[in-house]
């Protein structure tokens, strides 16, 4: 299984950027799919995450509200919509599964305060 995000971008406080991840590979055997933060000195966070088995979605606290996931099955594509983004967003954000593959490049997400 591959993993290719996309999406990322400099943006003002409050604005919106939306993610994408391709997921390219067997998918048959994954049951959860979600996407994770990494900001530099810190460790890897998990920021929301969608179930397949029973279509439940995880949201970490800080961004309950504001981040909305989301998925295109038939093009094995995740979204992840960020909305009144806050300087303390700012992180390489990536998408993982369960059971986890290989880490992808990420993309890169920065708030301008």
């Known amino acids: 299984v591959q993993l290719v995000e996309s999406g990322g971008g400099l943006v003002q406080t409050g604005e919106s950027l939306r993610l994408s991840c391709v997921v390219s590979?067997?998918?048959?055997?994954?049951?959860?799919i979600g996407w994770f933060r990494q900001d530099p000195g810190k460790g890897r966070e998990g920021v929301a995450c969608f179930n397949n088995r029973d279509h439940s979605v995880y949201y970490e606290d800080s961004v309950k509200g504001r981040f909305t996931v989301s998925g295109d099955h038939a093009k094995n594509t995740i979204f992840l919509q960020m909305n009144a983004l806050k300087p303390e967003d700012t992180a390489v954000y990536y998408c993982?599964?369960?059971?986890?593959?290989?880490w992808g490049q990420g993309t890169q997400v920065t708030v301008s305060s």
């Open positions: 993982n599964t369960n059971p986890p593959q290989t």
């Open positions: 590979g067997f998918t048959e055997d994954l049951y959860a």
